[in-house]
């Protein structure tokens, strides 16, 4: 949360509420000054409704550019989820160099699920050059 959007803000709280309870519609209504305003927190959210049409028609180009929003602020649940739409080519192309780069970023603030994505990459060959020595390196990372 950015410190100029106090976390006891009531809109704030009432909209994450609505996300939680999947009132999806008034979540929308709530969190998008946020998003606009540069919360990555919210940023997240604004690109999981939009990616999947929750409260919204889904629009994949608003998810990506939200994703990616909250990603460039180092919010590692939105790294990952943009690692993952590059990496299925999910709301934008797919590029399995970027999707590692993103990964990277969230295994680097300590994101288990990145750490086991780019294991699997590897363990695979998705996208790199198939290595178990990398494939059990990132596993080890994760506590596997």
């Given at each position: 949360?950015?410190?100029?959007?106090?976390?006891?803000?009531?809109?704030?709280?009432?909209?994450?509420?609505?996300?939680?309870?999947?009132?999806?519609?008034?979540?929308?209504?709530?969190?998008?000054?946020?998003?606009?305003?540069g919360?990555?927190?919210?940023?997240?959210?604004?690109?999981?409704?939009?990616?999947?049409?929750?409260?919204?028609?889904?629009n994949?180009?608003?998810?990506?550019?939200?994703?990616?929003?909250?990603a460039?602020?180092?919010?590692?649940?939105?790294?990952?989820?943009?690692?993952?739409?590059?990496?299925?080519?999910?709301?934008?192309?797919?590029?399995?160099?970027?999707?590692?780069?993103?990964?990277?970023?969230?295994?680097?603030?300590?994101?288990?699920?990145?750490?086991?994505?780019?294991?699997?990459?590897?363990?695979?060959?998705k996208?790199?050059?198939?290595?178990?020595?990398?494939?059990?390196e990132?596993?080890?990372?994760?506590?596997?």
């Amino acid at each position: 949360m950015s410190e100029d959007l106090p976390m006891n803000d009531p809109d704030y709280a009432s909209g994450v509420a609505a996300f939680e309870e999947k009132n999806f519609t008034m979540a929308m209504r709530f969190l998008m000054r946020f998003a606009q305003e540069g919360d990555a927190d919210a940023q997240h959210k604004v690109a999981i409704m939009y990616q999947n049409g929750l409260g919204v028609v889904a629009n994949d180009e608003k998810a990506f550019q939200w994703m990616k929003a909250a990603a460039e602020q180092d919010h590692a649940i939105a790294q990952h989820g943009l690692g993952f739409m590059y990496m299925e080519g999910e709301c934008t192309d797919q590029n399995y160099g970027e999707a590692l780069c993103w990964f990277e970023k969230a295994a680097d603030q300590g994101l288990i699920g990145s750490m086991t994505t780019i294991a699997m990459m590897y363990e695979e060959g998705k996208g790199v050059e198939q290595s178990q020595e990398k494939a059990q390196e990132w596993y080890k990372k994760a506590g596997f």
